[in-house]
């Protein structure tokens, strides 16, 4: 009798504990409320904005504290639904089902001009930051060989270092009585971005460090044009899709600037064409620039001038942003400042040096310096997919077609998996050392992960490791002026000037 007894409760556990693990339905995932009609949309609308949608990663954290580990942003309409997940975990599971063709939310406004309003332009090829499915894989194919490859990667570390030094000789220049950088600067630091990032899509020298440059010279517009489109998209995105139907000013200013950047874009690859036909002997060979190799892989100059495009746009404000951040964190760390510029001066001891990839392969605290950057304050809030069948996170089933936000600028900052997050310690990062720490790969990654990562990331890296490493070398930065505000237009963009003081450091 005591036998069936214990079996039984054997039993009726078992099937309490299949009860309580199989996992929820979609609807039962936890968010703020949708009404009748409007849904979750009145959250937009002056005095009922709850959440602070001019910052992401505020957003996030809002969100996070109200409701947990998992949320659900319904009532959108036409809009997906949006999924925000805080567990790495979770985010593993989202990575691991993207499928052969991995798909994230699009950008609507850059789809639609490409797709529609200059499809002409265009012929179909949208790139790899807008198609989706078989287009992207086949954008991609084109983009890998090229942008992902160490060799022409590394090829470029000459002339993207010439750049760097010619930038930071500029700053003594800039600076008033009390060494501080102009209220300006971070315009300065976008006209080094894209003279960097141009070499490399546009295989030219722009001009953006001459002295004085004027507001409507092609550089400057071309700086401004990037500051503009960014700024549309994220208004674009957060609004509804009547600007499909009827050109709203935002969408005419968007449409507008786009049609001068892809102009600009196309003429400058139509000039390489022409220098291309004027070289003598094929284009075999490791001497070959990125859009050699490009138009080598597909003479359709529609394909080039795509790839010029989304690396200007995706170049300037985002590695501008990382730079200004890492400069940030150091000013506030000046013992791990100091530390920099004990690693910089041995591997450098001339400072007007030109570097090479195998002295950047010297500096790895330098390296360490930006990932813990990037940990704290990523330029993106985080990354972004959608389902590509129905899956389980949380212990929630979350259908197709679901847009899920990975967070990770939130998780990046946790107790749960790092050490002291709020403090600035590169050493983190550093193996082998004392302080090296492990965690779940998920939780940080500011260039994203798998198939859709970052096609530009090496060229970003590599841009600024050379800026970083010369502007750390030969000045000493601080900055007194307290906590940096941020507003996301797409990324995170510092709003205060950047009023670094900047003195001489003695070598």
């Not at 949320?71 to 036409?78: A, D, H, I, K, Y």
């Amino acid at each position: 009798m005591m036998r069936r007894g214990v079996a039984l409760c054997r039993t009726i556990a078992k099937r309490a504990f299949a009860t309580a693990t199989q996992p929820l339905p979609y609807d039962k995932v936890p968010g703020p409320k949708p009404i009748p009609i409007l849904g979750n949309k009145f959250r937009f609308l002056p005095g009922f904005k709850k959440y602070d949608f001019t910052n992401w990663i505020k957003l996030h954290t809002q969100l996070r504290n109200e409701f947990g580990d998992i949320v659900r942003f319904s009532g959108l309409e036409p809009r997906r639904d949006l999924l925000y997940i805080f567990k790495p975990e979770d985010m593993e599971t989202m990575f691991r089902n993207d499928g052969p063709w991995p798909e994230r939310p699009s950008i609507k406004a850059f789809q639609y001009y490409r797709d529609v309003t200059k499809k002409e332009v265009f012929q179909g090829l949208s790139g790899v930051l807008v198609d989706q499915g078989p287009g992207w894989q086949e954008a991609r194919s084109q983009v890998n060989p090229v942008l992902m490859k160490t060799q022409v990667v590394q090829m470029y570390a000459e002339k993207i270092g010439a750049v760097a030094e010619e930038f930071v000789n500029l700053l003594p220049k800039w600076r008033d009585a009390k060494n501080e950088m102009p209220a300006n600067f971070k315009n300065e630091i976008h006209k080094w971005a894209l003279e960097s990032i141009g070499l490399v899509a546009l295989d030219t020298r722009l001009g953006c460090l001459q002295e004085n440059l004027l507001a409507d010279s092609e550089p400057q517009r071309m700086i401004d044009s990037v500051h503009l489109i960014l700024q549309s998209v994220h208004a674009l995105e957060i609004s509804n899709s009547l600007w499909t139907k009827v050109p709203t000013p935002t969408w005419s200013k968007f449409e507008t600037t786009m049609d001068y950047f892809t102009g600009v874009a196309l003429k400058y690859v139509n000039e390489a064409i022409e220098r291309i036909k004027k070289k003598s002997g094929d284009l075999e060979g490791d001497k070959q620039s990125v859009l050699e190799r490009f138009l080598q892989r597909d003479p359709n100059p529609t394909r080039a001038v795509v790839m010029a495009l989304d690396m200007l746009m995706a170049g300037v404000d985002t590695t501008s942003h990382a730079l200004t951040n890492v400069l940030l964190h150091l000013s506030a760390n000046q013992d791990k400042q100091q530390k920099l510029f004990e690693e910089l001066k041995r591997v450098l001891p001339n400072p007007s040096t030109p570097i090479t990839n195998e002295m950047l392969d010297e500096m790895k605290f330098m390296r360490a310096c930006i990932k813990e950057s990037a940990r704290l304050l990523p330029v993106f809030s985080g990354n972004a997919r959608t389902t590509q069948k129905e899956i389980v996170l949380s212990n929630f089933k979350i259908p197709k077609g679901v847009d899920v936000i990975m967070a990770h600028a939130v998780i990046s900052r946790s107790s749960k998996h790092y050490k002291e997050p709020d403090a600035f310690i590169p050493e983190r990062w550093m193996r082998g050392g004392e302080q090296e720490e492990k965690t779940n790969p998920f939780v940080t990654l500011p260039f994203g992960h798998g198939a859709r990562k970052c096609v530009g990331m090496r060229f970003a890296s590599l841009e600024l490791e050379m800026v970083l490493a010369k502007m750390i070398r030969r000045f000493n930065w601080r900055y007194e002026y307290g906590e940096m505000n941020y507003q996301t237009f797409f990324v995170q963009v510092p709003m205060d000037p950047l009023k670094f003081q900047v003195t001489d450091r003695t070598h």
